[in-house]
């Protein structure tokens, strides 16, 4: 009965242990940031060619932008990066929420579209869905768009390819945090 119950103990302790480490552990983003990170802390985040467009009605929020940069990625390269710092949350206040991006490219933009995937599944696993699917395949040929995205618990990652209006196509990719706003503001 003692080793059962020192047996019992001792899962349970591995069990805290891991869903402390749960807790803690956030998705890899773009240059090093993380969500609710201040503008200022993006900026330097973003180093050097960063540029930030302040927005003073919204006390602190903007945008800090980037062209032509490698993303830390695979071999990810991004024509522009903009991270944007809003006040879309519980307490107003500003805080790294969303980071959009283009990837560049050279030649046929399905072939990148498939590098770009490799890269992020290397870094995030497989997709919710496959792009290349039956619905993805009726989907392209229907509206020239192929797309991925993949779902954490705290960020909302989203790939997409579109032949439509451009010459060669286009990539985007974006990250979005999924916790904005406290589960608290429905208490009454």
Same mark, same amino acid.
């Given at each position: ?8 103990? $001792? ?5 805290? /242990? ?8 956030? $998705?890899?983003? @773009?240059?090093?940031?993380? +969500? ?6 993006? %900026? ?21 932008? #980037?062209?032509?940069? @490698? ?8 024509? +522009? ?5 809003? /006040? ?16 560049? +490219?050279?030649?046929? /933009? ?5 590098? %770009?995937?490799? =890269? ?7 997709? =919710?869905?496959? @792009? ?24 909302? $990652?989203?790939?997409? #390819? ?17 916790? /904005?706003?406290? #589960? ?5």
């Amino acid at each position: 009965m003692k080793k059962l119950g020192l047996i019992l103990m $001792i899962l349970l302790a591995l069990c805290l /242990c891991q869903t402390g480490v749960a807790e803690e552990s956030t $998705i890899q983003l @773009p240059f090093g940031v993380r +969500f609710g990170m201040q503008l200022d802390e993006v %900026t330097q985040a973003a180093g050097e060619g960063a540029q930030v467009e302040e927005w003073p009605e919204e006390g602190g929020a903007g945008s800090v932008f #980037l062209e032509n940069v @490698p993303l830390g990625i695979g071999s990810i390269h991004a024509g +522009f990066v903009t991270f944007d710092v809003t /006040c879309n949350n519980s307490p107003r206040e500003p805080r790294l929420d969303g980071i959009n991006l283009s990837v560049a +490219f050279e030649g046929n /933009c399905i072939a990148a579209f498939r590098q %770009t995937l490799a =890269d992020l599944t290397a870094v995030y696993g497989q997709p =919710d869905s496959d @792009p290349f699917d039956e619905y993805g395949r009726e989907s392209y040929q229907e509206f020239g768009n192929l797309s991925a995205s993949w779902t954490t618990p705290d960020t909302r $990652i989203y790939l997409s #390819l579109n032949q439509i209006y451009t010459e060669n196509g286009s990539i985007d990719l974006s990250f979005s945090s999924r916790l /904005c706003y406290d #589960l608290s503001d429905l208490e009454e």
